[in-house]
């Protein structure tokens, strides 16, 4: 694998992403909410950049796989979510690649009736979306490769890396390079 975005890199622009998150939501009722499991990483560095109150919750996307059930199906739970009514959400995910995962989400956040939804994402892979929406902001543009590292993962590994790495088909043995990543089915 190789270093597609250094430790140093990553930190630069979540700290100004926290800047441009507390000029924007500075007197609101703000509620930051992480897309488990791959931005935690990326939830935790944000919300120590963000210089005003704010809350803090967790919202889980998963597509089952098996041969019982429709490959792509997802499911989205709202067990660690805070109450979000009337309140700004800003949406947090490691990674829009598709952006499918991100419409699904938001059409459930929706039902909760917050005052307003936006997006915000480590990476984006801008030549893969299916959908009509884009990230309210991002960190990084990235090419299409498969990522790890900062909360991404391959089969739950690499998570802890401090870098956003692109493995290498010898990286992978036999297994699919091409598997996506877990925010974006």
Known sequence: ???????????ER?????????????????TVLGVLNGSVVLVADLIRTIDIPHQIGFIRASSYRGETTVA??????????PMITGRDVLLVDDIFDTGRTMVKLLEVLKQYQPASVRTAVLLWKQGRCEVEITPDYHGFLIPDVFVVGYGLDYNDDHRHLPRIAVLQPTDLGSSDANQTEEGDI
């Open 1 to 11: 694998m190789y270093t597609l975005l250094s430790e140093t890199e990553i930190a």
């Open 72 to 81: 792509g199906q997802l499911t989205v739970s709202t067990d660690l979510m």
């Open 14 to 30: 979540v700290a100004e992403l926290g800047r441009i998150c507390t000029e924007t939501y500075r007197g609101r009722p703000l």
